[in-house]
């Protein structure tokens, strides 16, 4: 048989849906906004869509077909995201995805000592500076809210922690648009410049719609603010089957579509090519306990879906994976998170927030989560390299050399690509007298010993003069 040189890759894949089911959903979600519509209760978001074709009843809009489908194809339909200092790490589009903690924690699990109490505004330094050691989130968010901070200056407090000790780009969320202004003034502090800023963000504006269909009206204001500024924006609804959607699968992405589509319009109508991401968190109500579940099977399977739709849609998407229900680090918490961080990746979520900071149904961040689902996505990220098929990797004449009953073992194809295998700091592969001879430590206590071994790194310190301008800038906010 004749050999090539040329190297055959195929990267793994997954599917939920099929082509004549995104048909299906698409035009159902159009039958949505068309019929159904949404409430927006915002006077200058009424105008811009009464002006461009809307059909507008008070605060109920319905947007015809043309509309919903003209924004999508005024919308970039690839992001790029960089660092603070412009390192272009984060290119979003196809079925490409970066995986990233996520936000609002009300809890946080010390890993000295497994005691739980209130995230507060040291939290926010902790995690941000161990999201920027973890090599394998790609992207930040706030992770937690400051307990110990007014509720009118937290949300600046916490985003000038995040952005101060991760260099990674960085999502937020903020009280109102003055808020939003005075984040977005820090962050053109961190990059030097808006120029700099929209050649490559390094700050997100994360915003959700009220399920089923509707908008806040403080929500719209930040998603004008963020369009006329160039600042891109994820739009994701969080619906729950049974509570806020309808309990089909089918049904709740319908819905979850419509929404993220409806603030879309929106936003391309304001200012026709501002970045803009496309998300919904939909997951399932457990009739048991009530709760929005974040450990599903199921939220992973729509949440598949939707990336489909964005893929089908040219958007990039804002996807969730690597969260749990558990209160703990413990075996239920890594298979949730193993199992949603694989489907992320097979199916090309984009942006995949929640990874390794929302335990306990969203409540709960914890640093040894946060480095038990890096060491997974780690996993993941190996995984969705494939096998590279070459004459080198075949490798048929060394298999012709050693023959049967031979060993490889000191063959310089050995030596040259045994690192290509993942080796694991974390997951023990001894046996077990030598595991015992190592102190016979168990995977938690490696897990810890780890966790605060990552907990030593340091970012890059900013420069006294940034850090005097921002001492300055907290000084004024009220």
Known sequence: MGMTTDELNFKPRLQVINEEQIEQ???????????????????????????????VDG???????WMVEDAILKAPHRLVLGTRTGKRTIVLERDKTFFGPSLDCVDYMDPKTHVRSRFVSENVKVTAALCDA?????????????????????????????????????????????????????????????????????????????????????????????????????????????????VTLAGIIVQGNAETLSGLVLHQFANPGAPFVAG????????KTTVFS??????????????????????????TAGATDSKFCDAQAGAEAAFQCLTAATIGSG??????????????????????????????????KGIPINDENLALDLIHKVGPAGNFIQDPHTMKHFREIRYSKLFDRTIYSNWEKAGAKNFEQRLQELTLEKMKHKPEPLSQKIIKELDRMQSTWK
């Open 134 to 246: 973890l090599p394998h989130l790609h992207w930040s968010m706030f992770i937690g809210m400051a307990d110990d901070v007014s509720p009118d200056v937290a949300d600046r407090v916490i985003a000038r922690y995040a952005m101060e000790y991760c260099e990674k780009p960085v999502a937020f969320c903020s009280k109102d648009t003055a808020n939003s202004k005075d984040i977005f003034e820090m962050a053109l502090l961190l990059c030097g410049g808006r120029d700099n800023f929209e050649k490559v963000p390094c700050l997100l504006h994360y915003s959700e719609p009220i399920s089923p269909l509707s908008y806040y009206a403080p929500a719209v204001d930040k998603i004008l603010f963020c369009a006329e500024n160039k600042i891109p924006v994820i739009n994701s609804p969080a619906p729950q089957t049974g509570g806020t959607a309808p």
């Open 25 to 55: 959903i698409h035009c159902a979600t159009l039958d949505v906004l068309e019929r159904t519509g949404v409430d927006i209760p915002h006077e200058g978001a009424l105008e811009i869509l009464s002006d461009n074709g809307a059909k």
């Open 294 to 319: 974040y450990g599903a099977c199921e939220m992973s399977m729509m949440t598949a879906a939707l990336a489909q739709m964005a893929q089908h849609y040219k958007l990039p998407f804002f996807g």
């Open 280 to 287: 919904a968190f939909t997951t399932v109500m457990d009739m």
């Open 351 to 384: 942006l995949v927030h929640d990874c390794g900071s929302w335990m306990d149904h969203g409540s709960l961040a914890s640093p040894e989560y946060m480095v038990l689902v890096n060491e997974i996505v780690d996993a993941v990220d190996h995984f969705m």
């Open 59 to 65: 605060n109920r809009v319905r947007m015809p077909s």
